[in-house]
């Protein structure tokens, strides 16, 4: 059993074939299963990816770094965060994808992005999401990889591109509190956009 867990490959492996056995213990039939339903989880699965990874950076790993003794700090950068700026620009992108196929396969892309009734609570928190994204792959990671050394530019141009990585991963964190509630609100607590609508 210790070797399922000793493989994040495995691991995850073990995960899904977990949930297949959980789905056809319930008695639920894995060839009904619905493509807007897939997309959800998804979407939903690489959302938790995307924005736990960006409260890492800015919860732990940033605040943590202060505390890090010099000789350590070429651990987090050269190993820990090139490996996770790896994977929240992924977990990112598939968000937004996966988002905008479930919007396209559910019927309400477009007035969602036109900020329409009664899809104006899903649409923003989309706009947010895009926002986000945005910052992810243009303007976080190019800065962090001049931060991190991936890219060899002057001492001052270092620290700044650290500085404006720190800044906007901070900005999409503040982004993230509204988008993740009306996202949720909007499949979930309808009745609160309704007047609105």
């Known amino acids: 059993m210790s070797s399922i867990f000793t493989s994040l490959g495995r ?7 977990l949930l297949v056995l959980i789905v056809l213990a319930l008695g639920a039939n894995l060839g009904s299963i619905e493509l807007p339903f897939l997309f959800r989880w ?25 505390k890090i003794p010099d000789e350590q700090k070429p651990a987090i ?3 820990i965060a090139p490996t996770a700026l790896f994977w929240f620009r992924w977990a990112a992108l598939l968000t937004v994808l996966s988002g905008l196929i479930l919007s396209i396969l559910n019927g309400y892309a477009h007035q969602a992005f036109t900020l ?4 104006r609570a899903i ?7 895009l926002i986000m994204a945005f910052n992810v792959w243009f303007i976080i990671w190019p800065n962090q990889k001049r931060a991190l050394g ?3 530019v002057e001492p001052d141009v270092k620290a ?18 509204p988008m993740l509630f009306l996202m949720s609100a909007q499949s979930h607590n309808t009745t609160w ?3 609105a609508s």
């Open 150 to 152: 991936m890219v060899a």
């Open 193 to 195: 956009f309704v007047i």
């Open 123 to 129: 649409g923003l928190g989309m706009w947010i999401a």
């Open 160 to 177: 700044k591109s650290a500085r404006i990585a720190m800044l906007t991963s901070r900005f999409n964190t503040m982004l993230s509190i």
């Open 116 to 119: 329409q009734a009664p899809f």
């Open 77 to 79: 950068g050269k190993v």
């Open 11 to 17: 691991t995850v492996l073990a995960g899904f074939v």
């Open 42 to 66: 998804i979407h939903v699965m690489v959302g938790v990816m995307w924005v736990g990874l960006l409260w890492y950076f800015n919860f732990v790993q940033i605040p943590s770094m202060s």
